[in-house]
């Protein structure tokens, strides 16, 4: 298992390559690994390259539901995101993408920024 942060920096790898389920895995195996005070938070990552991999294999029905729980699950992480998580922005990107789903989403959309600009 990876720390953390390597776990974020592969994971954006991956989706920033268009493979979302292969990040998914990272996030899982960290969600899997993390103690409960995050678990919600990397459930949440996970669900969200999840919900991303359903939509760009045309399956809106699961994409909605996915990215809803994902954007539900990391929202109250807002105040206090570990690991620079971009929560905020994460949530944002997730229930805006959920309100165009179904109109043409450019690939590089896909491809949120899990971490705060440093």
Same mark, same amino acid.
């Given at each position: 298992m990876l720390p953390p942060g390597e776990s974020l920096?592969?994971?954006q790898r991956l989706l920033d390559a268009g493979r !979302?389920?292969?990040a998914h895995e990272v996030l899982e195996t960290a969600w899997k690994a993390c103690d409960d005070d995050n678990r919600e938070l990397w459930k949440g990552l996970a669900q969200l390259a999840v919900g991303i991999t359903h939509l760009r294999r045309g399956n809106t029905v699961g994409a909605v539901r996915?990215?809803?729980r994902a954007?539900?699950? #990391?929202e109250p992480y807002a105040e206090a995101a570990p690991h620079d998580v971009a929560v905020t922005d994460l949530t944002a990107w997730a229930r805006t993408l959920i309100?165009? #789903?179904g109109e043409p989403v450019a690939e590089s959309e896909l491809? !949120?920024?899990l971490r705060k600009a440093i």
């Open positions: 920096r592969e994971a !979302p389920f292969h996915l990215l809803t954007a539900d699950r #990391i309100a165009h #789903i491809a !949120p920024r």
